[in-house]
């Protein structure tokens, strides 16, 4: 059964819609303003809901996507968006990927009727495969560097070199590690053109069930959980959107009341993830997933200091084992644990966490923070107190 371009968009709606939910109720703690860890608003005079409204805020923005789901209309559309817009803005650390492309993908539905115009569904449906076509192929030219392979190696099939003995099985997987940035480039480009998609959508898939495997059942746990949905999504959103479909992406659309997200989309997918490589704009506004490029921050936390600090952080404290009994806090750990989803390591998300661990009283002790990239270890790391948090970042080079 061939879909039609209103079909496409109602399935791919839900999707969305659906995506965003799960998300979102698995990372709950992230959308509250009941938690332990900061908040990151866009300026500081920003407002956080005082409870129980932002869980209120939160379940009438859920009810929004519901409804959006099975009723995808213009003006709930737009409805999402002005929620996400908020949500954006009281906290930083909601910037993740997922979060992102979500929303670059209801821009261009708040801008046309669905299901209402036939020539307006070909060019919403345009949009829509750029947006994901641009995904992949980012996410494949920024592994295309050492940091993606330590990423590999130590983190993703970390499970499976443990059991492995032999030299020769190392070095075979090892090498899949150098074929998944082309792979991944070749996909999206793939998708581009028609007589190769089907190529396209089988490495897609091949791509996605292997990294839910190795976020799953290999590590014997579900690890990083978050993005589950957001894989299983992809996987419908690339069926939905180029399985049999005939259409070309990126229809003419800049003489049409899609101008604006098509000039929007266009910006935010070709021209703004290369300004990441000169340090302006963020890892994950540019698609860097398993890239290695993110930042590590460890704070010294001495034993004489642990009276002074909150109940509350204490479960996010590691152990060192070290002789003068210090521990560490990991805001990247914290993140994890409380928020379940990853830190937001832009150097002003470390300044704005350090400032307030040294609002807190600790006592004759100092405050010592040191930050590297943990998967590229000849790039620049430093340590700093609490009068060099403006310099954190600055006697660095590179995002």
Known sequence: MKWDAAQRLRWLVFLISGGLISSMLISSKLWLSDRDFPHFPVWGKIPQFPTPLDQIFLITFVFVLLLLAF???????????????????????????????????????????????????????????????????????NKCQPGFISVYEQSLMKPIYDTIETGFLRSMFGAFGYLIPPVEILAGIG????????????????????????????????????????????????????????TKPFLMIFRSRLAIPGIALFILLFAAPPLFY???????????????????????IEERTLPYLPEDWRPYLLDTNSEDGHKLLSPSVWANKELKVPLISEWRILRAFSQKLCANDIGDSEWVFYVDYRHFPNKAKGYYNCSEIDEMGRRTIGP
């Open 191 to 246: 998708l581009f053109f028609r007589k190769t998609r089907f190529m396209a959508i089988l490495a897609v898939v091949i791509t996605h069930l292997s990294i839910l495997i190795l976020l799953g059942p290999v590590k014997g746990h579900i690890s990083n959980p978050v993005v589950w949905p957001w894989n299983i999504v992809m996987l419908g959103m690339v069926i939905c959107l180029f399985g049999k479909m005939d």
């Open 71 to 141: 009723k995808p209309k213009r003006r709930i559309v737009i409805a999402a968006l002005a929620f996400i817009l908020v949500f954006a803005l009281q906290d930083q650390m909601r910037w993740q990927p997922w979060f992102y492309q979500y929303a670059l993908m209801l821009l261009p539905l708040g801008f046309s009727r669905i299901a209402r115009n036939p020539e307006d569904n070909e060019k919403l449906l345009g949009l829509e495969q750029i947006v994901v076509i641009m995904i992949y192929v980012w996410g494949g030219i």
């Open 278 to 300: 000169a340090g302006k704009w963020d890892r994950y506004l540019s698609f860097h997933l398993y890239s290695g490029y993110q930042k590590r921050m460890l704070v010294k």
